[in-house]
C-alpha cells in the first residue's frame, strides 16, 4: 500500500478533508501538523492549541495518529519522508502564509525528495482561480463575483473511507500538543476558555444552534447587544468546519422548511448568510491574486497616505481610552473575549484610520494578535475595505460617525454598558456620548472626566475634516 504523508494547515478536521479521506482510499496515512515557534501569543494560538487536542483524538477514533512537531516545514517533512519510508504527501491547497511555509515550497520539496503530491480542494467554497470575468480575469468587485459564484459548482464535501490504515509511528516520533508549549503559559489566553469550546463536533452543534435559533434574524446581525452572528468564525478559520459543509446544511434548511412563511424568511436570511461567507471566497481569492495585499495597499494611491505615527493614540484605541463609547465598548470586549462582531469591528477599524489617521496596517496587526478568528485573508480584506484602500470597498471620504453608529447599533445602550461598566449609571441620552452631559449628570453618574472615563480623544468634525484634508493629498498625488 502507498505510504501518505497527510499534513494539515488551516483543515483541522475529519469531514470532509478532501486531502486525508483520499489518502484513506490510497493507502496508509500519517497525518502531521507543523507547527512554528512563535515569538508572541496570539489569541487565535490558544484555540489551535485546543483543537490540535481535538484533532488528536478525532483521528485517534479512526485508529491514526498525529503527528505534532515544532519546527521548519522543509526540515521536517525531510525527515518525516525518510523515517517513515513515505511515497506521497497529501494535502489540501491554501495561500495563507502563517505559521508554515506555502503551497510552493512543498511543491519544489517534493520534487527533490522524488516523492509524489498532490493538492487537494482549498478550505473554500470553490476552487481558486475558477470564479472568472467573461474575459478570464479575477474579479474586482463583490456583486458579480457573488453572483457568478452561485451559478458555479459549489465543492462538494468529501465521503470519508469506512477505516483507514495507519502508518504506525513510535510515540516519540511526536511531542504532546501540552508540550509545545503554543500558549506560552500565558495568562491572557486562559480566559478564553469562558466564551469559547474549540473542537469539531461542537463546531457542528454551534451550526445547528444558529440554523435554529438565529438564522430567522440574520437581518439584525450586526446589533452587538443581539448576539445573532453565529459566532463560526474561529472554527472555520483553523479548520474545524469546512464552509461547504455549512454551505450544504443552509441549503438544506431552506428546503426542509415546510410552513411556506417560515420559508420565505429562511430563504431570505438564508441567502444573506451565505453571501457573508461568500466573502470569504472573495477574501481567499484577493490573497491568491495579490499576496502582498497584507503589507500593500491594493489602490497604489493610499501607499503614501500621510499616515500619523502616534503611538500614544494606538494604546489609547487599543485599550479602548478614546473617550467613544462604542469604540471603547468594542476594543474591550475583543480583548476579554478575541471576538467582535462585524459591525463592532468596522466601526473600531474606521475610527483607527480615519478619526485617528494610524496606518491600517498596525490596525490590522494588532487584530491578527488579538482575534480569537484571526484569518489571513478576511483580515487583510477588512481593513483595505474600512480604509477604502481595497478594490470593492468603502469610500475613504465616508467617515462613520461614531456616536451615530452606536445611536443606531446599540440604541439602548446594553452593549456600551456591558463592556464598559463605569458608564452604568449614565442615563441613556448620555450613554452614546457622555461628554455631552451635564456637570451634575456626571456626578449622579459617579463619572470623572479623565480618571473613570476618558475625554473623547479627538473631536468628531475635526477629526472628520482632517482626514479628508489628508486623503486629498493622494488624491492628488495618484
Ligand atoms: C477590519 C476587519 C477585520 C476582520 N478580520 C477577520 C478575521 O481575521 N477573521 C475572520 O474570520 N473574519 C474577519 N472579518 C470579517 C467578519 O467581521 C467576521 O468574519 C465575522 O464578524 C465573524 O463572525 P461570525 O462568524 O459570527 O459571522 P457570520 O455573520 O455568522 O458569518 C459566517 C461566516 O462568514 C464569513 N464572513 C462573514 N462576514 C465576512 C466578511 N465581512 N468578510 C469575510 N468573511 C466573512 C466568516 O467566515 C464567518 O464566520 C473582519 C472584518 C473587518 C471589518
Redesign the pocket.
Known amino acids: 500500500m502507498k505510504r501518505i504523508l497527510v499534513l494539515f494547515r488551516n483543515d483541522l478536521r475529519t469531514n470532509d478533508h478532501p486531502a486525508l479521506n483520499q489518502a484513506g482510499k490510497d493507502g496508509e496515512v500519517l497525518p502531521v501538523y507543523i507547527t512554528h515557534a512563535r515569538q508572541q501569543v496570539h489569541a487565535s494560538d490558544w484555540f489551535l492549541h485546543y483543537q490540535l487536542i481535538d484533532l488528536k483524538q478525532s483521528l485517534r477514533q479512526l485508529n491514526l495518529p498525529l503527528l505534532v512537531v515544532k519546527g521548519d516545514t522543509v526540515s521536517v517533512l525531510q525527515q518525516f519522508v525518510d523515517e517513515f519510508k513515505i511515497e506521497a504527501i497529501y494535502l489540501n491547497q491554501t495561500y495563507i502564509e502563517t505559521a508554515y511555509e506555502g503551497d510552493q515550497v512543498i511543491l519544489e520539496l517534493a520534487k527533490k525528495l522524488a516523492v509524489q503530491i498532490k493538492f487537494f480542494q482549498p478550505n473554500t467554497l470553490v476552487a481558486f482561480h475558477t470564479i472568472l470575468t467573461n474575459q478570464n480575469q479575477h474579479y474586482k468587485v463583490f456583486t458579480p463575483f457573488w453572483k457568478r459564484l452561485i451559478q458555479a459548482d459549489i465543492i462538494k464535501p468529501t465521503r470519508a473511507p469506512a477505516s483507514y490504515h495507519a502508518i504506525n509511528v513510535s510515540e516519540s516520533s511526536s511531542q504532546e500538543i501540552e508540550q509545545l508549549n503554543l500558549l506560552k503559559d500565558s495568562d491572557w489566553t486562559a480566559k478564553f476558555e469562558h466564551y469559547w469550546k474549540p473542537g469539531e463536533t461542537y463546531a457542528h452543534q454551534l451550526l445547528e444552534q444558529?440554523i435554529n435559533h438565529a438564522l430567522p434574524h440574520y437581518n439584525e446581525?450586526e446589533y452587538p447587544s443581539l448576539d445573532i452572528?453565529?459566532?463560526?468564525?474561529p472554527y472555520?478559520?483553523v479548520g474545524a468546519i469546512s464552509?461547504r459543509v455549512i454551505w450544504d446544511r443552509i441549503v438544506e434548511e431552506m428546503l426542509l422548511t415546510e410552513d411556506q412563511q417560515d420559508r420565505i424568511i429562511i430563504e431570505k436570511q438564508g441567502w444573506a448568510?451565505l453571501r457573508?461567507?461568500a466573502?470569504?471566497d472573495f477574501?481567499y481569492q484577493q490573497l491568491a491574486v495579490y499576496p502582498d495585499a497584507k503589507r500593500k495597499a491594493l489602490k497604489e494611491n493610499f501607499n503614501q497616505f500621510p499616515w500619523l505615527k502616534d503611538h500614544q493614540r494606538f494604546d489609547a484605541w487599543k485599550k479602548g481610552e478614546t473617550g467613544y463609547p462604542l469604540v471603547d465598548a468594542g476594543m474591550r470586549e475583543l480583548w476579554e473575549t478575541g471576538?467582535i462582531?462585524?459591525r463592532v469591528?468596522?466601526v473600531v477599524?474606521s475610527f483607527l484610520v480615519k478619526h485617528l489617521r494610524i496606518d491600517w496596517r498596525w490596525?490590522q496587526a494588532w487584530?491578527e494578535e488579538t482575534?480569537i478568528?484571526?484569518?489571513q485573508a478576511?483580515?487583510v480584506?477588512?481593513?483595505q475595505?474600512?480604509t477604502g484602500s481595497g478594490f470593492d470597498a468603502a469610500p475613504y471620504f465616508r467617515v462613520f460617525n461614531p456616536i451615530r453608529q452606536a445611536e443606531k447599533f446599540d440604541p439602548d445602550g446594553t452593549y456600551i454598558k456591558q463592556w464598559l461598566p463605569e458608564l452604568t449609571d449614565l442615563p441613556i441620552a448620555y450613554v452614546h456620548h457622555p461628554s455631552k452631559a451635564p456637570k451634575a449628570i456626571l456626578e449622579q453618574a459617579n463619572l470623572e472626566w479623565g480618571q473613570t472615563y476618558p475625554a473623547p480623544l479627538v473631536e468628531h468634525d475635526q477629526a472628520r475634516k482632517q482626514a479628508l484634508a489628508a486623503y486629498d493629498m493622494i488624491k492628488e498625488s495618484k
Open positions: 444558529f446581525k452572528a453565529s459566532r463560526l468564525s472555520i478559520a464552509p448568510f457573508q461567507l466573502w470569504r477574501a471576538w462582531n462585524n469591528r468596522m477599524a490596525g487584530f482575534l478568528d484571526h484569518d478576511n483580515n480584506l477588512g481593513w475595505w474600512v
